[in-house]
T-cell receptor
Framework: DARVTQTPRDKVTEMGQEVTMRCQPI?????VFWYRQTMMQGLELLAY????????DSGMPKDRFSAEMPDATLATLKIQPSEPRDSAVYFC??????????FGSGTRLTVV | RKEVEQDPGPFNVPEGATVAFNCTYS??????FFWYRQDCRKEPKLLMS???SGNEDGRFTAQLNRASQYISLLIRDSKLSDSATYLC????????????FGKGTKLSVKP
């Protein structure tokens, strides 16, 4: 089965440090999403790309978060500097146009 | 009305029961909808797509009511393995790309 691969699986870091999360979408998928999930807020869309072009990053705090797709096989989400309130599970998902999306297993981030 | 709203549950049902979840949405332009399932500490997985009035897949039936702007998920003959959180998903602004997730309805099926 084709999978969306996310690294790292878990990350514990100190407040103020830079965090980079990576995602390898399924080959051939043209849409990539970054979501954040917390108990309180549920799944929140941070950013999404279509054909590597950013289409919407309005859900992302611009002062500290950035999302990029340097090529079709890699999407990155960076937080600098990280804060305790950023602690959450970050999911990447990919899909082809509108036919449902496949999620990666997520990066569990803890900022202490 | 919120963009996507679900009853958080939990729904506690015995094995073999029939259970239904509802989800309401605010954007009348939305054309397609999805139900995802999420197990504890796992990623969401696509369960069903709903493009017209409804969709059926084995024990699972999804129905769409555009006039009242809600979709439902019916699970018949529930199994222990159906225990999970069920997420309703709606495209924002009618766009196929930008998906908005409900906070989910938790189902617990007991022996």
């Amino acid at each position: 089965d084709a999978r969306v691969t996310q690294t790292p699986r878990d990350k514990v870091t100190e407040m103020g440090q830079e965090v980079t999360m990576r995602c390898q979408p399924i080959l051939g998928h043209n849409t990539v999403f970054w979501y954040r999930q917390t108990m309180m807020q549920g799944l929140e869309l941070l950013a999404y790309f279509r054909n590597r072009a950013p289409l919407d990053d309005s859900g992302m705090p611009k002062d500290r978060f950035s999302a990029e797709m340097p090529d079709a096989t890699l999407a990155t989400l960076k937080i600098q500097p990280s804060e305790p309130r950023d602690s959450a599970v970050y999911f990447c998902a990919s899909g082809l146009d509108s036919y449902g999306y496949t999620f990666g297993s997520g990066t569990r981030l803890t900022v202490v | 009305r919120k963009e996507v709203e679900q009853d958080p549950g939990p729904f506690n049902v015995p094995e073999g029961a029939t259970v239904a979840f509802n989800c309401t949405y605010s954007n009348s332009a939305s054309q397609s909808f999805f139900w995802y399932r999420q197990d504890c500490r796992k990623e969401p997985k696509l369960l069903m797509s709903v493009y017209s009035s409804g969709n059926e897949d084995g024990r699972f039936t999804a129905q769409l009511n555009r006039a009242s702007q809600y979709i439902s998920l019916l699970i018949r003959d529930s199994k222990l393995s159906d225990s999970a959180t069920y997420l309703c998903v709606v495209p924002r602004g009618g766009s196929q790309g930008n998906l908005i997730f409900g906070k989910g309805t938790k189902l617990s099926v007991k022996p």
